[in-house]
C-alpha cells in the first residue's frame, strides 16, 4: 500500500526533540532482523514468479528454530501465493482474545533494467537501503517478525495470544488476504489486527521532528472500472461520424471535468485541524480553514489543487489505462480505458459508478467493474491501541501527535474489517516524502528507519500484551 493520510482525530500534546539514540546494528536481535530482511529483499515475491511459497516457508524455519511450536506455524498455499500464521501463546492472564498482526510477504514487481541498482539485492548505500520492498512492505514485515524471535528468545510471554497473519499478494489480487479472513479464520480469530503495512510518519524535507504519527483507522474503497466502446469499424479511408475512439475519448472528458462532491467527516475535520498548523505555506492555512468549514470555496480548491491533500476531500475517479483499434489503416471496432476510482466512505461503489454513467451520457459506452471492492467503515479508536502506539512512538518522538487516518491505497487492513475484525495501521517508519519510492523505482528506507521499526515494534508488543 501507499503511506498517504486522510482522516483524523488529533489526539495528544507537544512535541519534544527526541534524545533518540541510535540502534546498535551489532546487537544479535538486530543482525537476526537484518539476515530476515535481506533474505526477504532478495526473494523476487512479486506475482508471477512464484517465490512467496519460499518465504514463507523460510520464516516458518526460523520461527521453528527460534522456539516456536511446530503446530503454531502454518505455511498454506493460496492460487500461486501463500500465507503464513504463527501463534506466539499467551498464558492468558488477561483474559483476552488474540491480537493478530498482519504484513504482507509479495511486492510490486520491478524490472531490474529500470533502475539504477539490482531491485532484487539489497545494498546499502548513503545511509539507505536500496531494494524492493525495503519499504512496503518487508520492513514492517520484518519488524514483526524478528520481534516474534527477539521475544521468544528473551523468554518473554505475553497475557493473550498475538497471531502473525502474514499475506502474500496484498499487491495484487488479495485472494491470500480473504483466505486468511475466511479459510483460516479458525487461526487468526481475533479482537483486532494491528498492521505492518501503514502508520508512521513524514520527517521535514529540511529534518527535524515529523508534525504527526498517522495511525491508519479507514481506507477509502479502491475500484477499476474499465469503460469500452465497441464498433462494426471499416475502412479508414471512409470515415464516419461513429468513432470508437473518438466517443471513448469524450467519455475521458467527461469524466476529467467533474469534480466528485466535497466531503468531510468528523475525523478528516479533525485531521486537517491537527495536521494544519504544522504545514506550512497556504496548504497548512486551507486545511485549518477547511477544518473550521468544509464549505469555504479557497479551501477547497487550495486542498483540491494538491495531490497529497485532494483524496481527502472527497472521490476521486482518475483515467489509468487505454487502449483500442487494431490496425493503422482502419476504423477502431473497440476502444477501452480503465478508470480507478478511490471512494470516500459512505459514498458506495454503486453511487460512484451510476455518477460516471450520468456524465459520460453516452449508452455506448459500456461500464465493466473490474475489481471487487471491498468497502468498509472506519475501525473504531481503542484506548489500548492508541497507549500502546504512544509507549512505542514516545521512544523515538516523545509526545508525538497520534492521529488516527484513512490510506487513500488499499491494505490487507480493509479485509479484516470486512470480516468484522477491526485494524489498526500502526508500523512505525518515519521518513521524507522525497524518500518515498514504493511501488516505484530505486525504492529504499533509511537505515536508521529500519533499526527505529524494530524497536518500534518491541515497544509496542510487549505494552498492549504485557
Ligand atoms: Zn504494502
Known amino acids: ?21 541510535a540502534a546498535d546494528k551489532d546487537a544479535p536481535h538486530n543482525k537476526k532482523a537484518f539476515e530476515i530482511y535481506k533474505t526477504a529483499v532478495e526473494m523476487r515475491t512479486a506475482k508471477g514468479h512464484n517465490m512467496v511459497l519460499k518465504l514463507a516457508n523460510y520464516l516458518a524455519a526460523e520461527f521453528e528454530e527460534g522456539g516456536f ?22 498464558d492468558g492472564s488477561s483474559g483476552k482474545r488474540p491480537i493478530s498482526i498482519s504484513a504482507h510477504m509479495d511486492v510490486v514487481d520491478a524490472l531490474p533494467k529500470d533502475w539504477e541498482r539490482s531491485p532484487f539485492k539489497l545494498i546499502e548505500e548513503n545511509g539507505y537501503y536500496f531494494g524492493r520492498g525495503t519499504v512496503d512492505d518487508k520492513a514492517g514485515m520484518t519488524a514483526v ?13 505475553p497475557s493473550r495470544d498475538l497471531i502473525i497473519a502474514f499475506s502474500g499478494d496484498e499487491e495484487t489480487d488479495m485472494l491470500s488476504t480473504r483466505a486468511l479472513v475466511k479459510e483460516f479464520r479458525e487461526l ?11 502508520g508512521g510518519g513524514r520527517i521535514p524535507e529540511d529534518g527535524g521532528t515529523p508534525a504527526s504519527f498517522g495511525l491508519q483507522a479507514a481506507e477509502k474503497t479502491y475500484v477499476d472500472f474499465e469503460l469500452t466502446v465497441t464498433n462494426p469499424g471499416g475502412h479508414s479511408s471512409r470515415p464516419r461520424e461513429d468513432n470508437a475512439i473518438y466517443e471513448l475519448a469524450t467519455a475521458l472528458k467527461n469524466i476529467q471535468a467533474f469534480k466528485f462532491p466535497v466531503m468531510a467527516t468528523e475525523l478528516t475535520r479533525a485531521y486537517f485541524k491537527g495536521t494544519g498548523p504544522n504545514t506550512p505555506g497556504d496548504l497548512g492555512k486551507a486545511m485549518s480553514k477547511f477544518a473550521e468549514d468544509p464549505k469555504d470555496a479557497w479551501a477547497i480548491g487550495v486542498l483540491r489543487g494538491d495531490a497529497s491533500t485532494v483524496g481527502t476531500t472527497g472521490t476521486t475517479c482518475v483515467a489509468t489505462m ?34 460516471l454513467k450520468e456524465i459520460v451520457a453516452n449508452d455506448e459506452v459500456k461500464f465493466t467493474t473490474i475489481t471487487d471492492p471491498t468497502e468498509t467503515d472506519a475501525s473504531p479508536l481503542r484506548d489500548d491501541v492508541l497507549a500502546a502506539v504512544r ?40 521518513m521524507k516524502s522525497s524518500d518515498s519510492f514504493s511501488h516505484g523505482l530505486n525504492e529504499r528506507l533509511p537505515v536508521e528507519s529500519f533499526y527505529s521499526n524494530i524497536e518500534h515494534w518491541y515497544v509496542l508488543l510487549k505494552e498492549i500484551a504485557g
Not at 145 to 157: H, T
Request: proline share 5%; glycine share 10%; aromatic share 10%.
Open 188 to 198: 487468526t480469530d481475533s479482537e483486532f489486527v494491528l498492521n505492518a503495512d501503514a
Open 391 to 430: 509507549k512505542a512512538v514516545d521512544t523515538r518522538y516523545p509526545g508525538l501527535e497520534l492521529i488516527p487516518a484513512m490510506s487513500s491505497g488499499g491494505t490487507d487492513g480493509m479485509h479484516f474489517r470486512a470480516a468484522g475484525i477491526p485494524s489498526y495501521g500502526v508500523n512505525g517508519i518515519f
Open 69 to 90: 511450536d511446530k503446530a503454531d506455524i502454518h505455511v498454506a498455499e493460496v492460487s500461486d501465493n501463500a500465507v503464513l500464521i504463527v501463534r506466539y501463546k499467551g
Open 322 to 355: 487505454l487502449r483500442g483499434g487494431h490496425a493503422p489503416n482502419a476504423m477502431p471496432q473497440s476502444a477501452t480505458a480503465n478508470v480507478n476510482c478511490r471512494i470516500f466512505p459512505g459514498t458506495g461503489v454503486e453511487y460512484t459508478l451510476n455518477t
Open 145 to 157: 517478525a524478528a520481534n516474534f524471535l527477539r521475544l521468544k528468545k528473551e523468554g518473554w510471554v
Open 1 to 21: 500500500m501507499i503511506r498517504k493520510f486522510l482522516v483524523g482525530t488529533a489526539l495528544a500534546a507537544a512535541v519534544f526533540t527526541a534524545p533518540f539514540v
